[in-house]
């Protein structure tokens, strides 16, 4: 993988000179035009429409590639719901009704969809999909029977039914160790990636053996 950026950056040319970029320049140059392909989740775009004056015909999501033709994973999401210590049992099931309807209800909450596009929301995302079988295959029909951007754009993502995985609790401390190996590559066209995959090995089994 190491070997593969340094390429693409050094060797094809095709990644430009600035490197590096933090989440929130990322999107500005994406939606001006100025960047043609980073890792982001599906709300980015949303982001970048809303706020930043892009435009949704503009963009699309595909699968990242891998050695092995299918794809690997990507970092699972989620939300947060929390009630006031001093809720009492009937506004606490009233509540979990509420979060059900809203969030977890196929057709309702932010599964209307012609609702949602009524009031200027984004509609047609990849995201969030939490059915199976027929009722995912009704949500797809209700979703690009009012949806706001190009649903096509988004097929090859679907399609790769790319798997969702949960973080580590040691995952940050890996992610450390690794974005100085992929910084020195993208930085430095004398990188020796043997040795830093060694010492990034070396690294990350510390961290491992630390948080058992």
């Known amino acids: 993988m190491l070997q593969n950026l340094h390429d693409l950056r050094y060797t094809d040319n095709v990644m430009g000179s600035t490197q590096l970029l933090a989440w929130g320049t990322l999107q500005k140059e994406m939606a001006a035009g100025k960047l ?3 890792i982001a989740a599906p709300d980015d775009i949303t982001y970048m429409v809303q706020t930043l004056g892009a435009n949704y015909a503009d963009y699309g999501m595909g699968p990242i590639p891998s050695v092995s033709g299918h794809a690997a994973g990507t970092l699972s999401g989620g939300d947060d719901y929390m009630f006031n210590v001093k809720d009492t ?3 606490i099931k009233a509540g979990v009704a509420l979060v059900n309807f809203m969030y977890l209800t196929e057709g309702q909450g932010q599964f209307n969809y012609s609702r949602a596009k009524a009031t200027g929301q984004a509609v047609g995302l990849p995201e969030p999909e939490l059915f199976q079988g027929a009722a995912l295959s009704a949500d797809n029909q209700g979703k690009a ?3 706001t951007m190009p649903v096509s754009d988004f097929t090859s993502y679907l399609d790769a039914q790319v798997p969702g995985d949960g973080e580590p609790n040691d ?3 890996v992610y ?3 974005d ?8 430095d066209p004398g990188a020796n990636i043997d040795q830093l995959l060694s010492t990034a090995t070396n690294q990350v089994n510390e961290v491992l053996a630390n948080s058992q």
């Open 36 to 38: 043609g392909m980073y």
């Open 89 to 91: 049992p009937a506004q």
């Open 145 to 147: 029977a009012d949806a």
């Open 171 to 173: 995952a940050q401390a």
């Open 176 to 178: 450390k160790v690794l």
């Open 180 to 187: 100085t190996a992929m910084a020195s590559v993208l930085t």
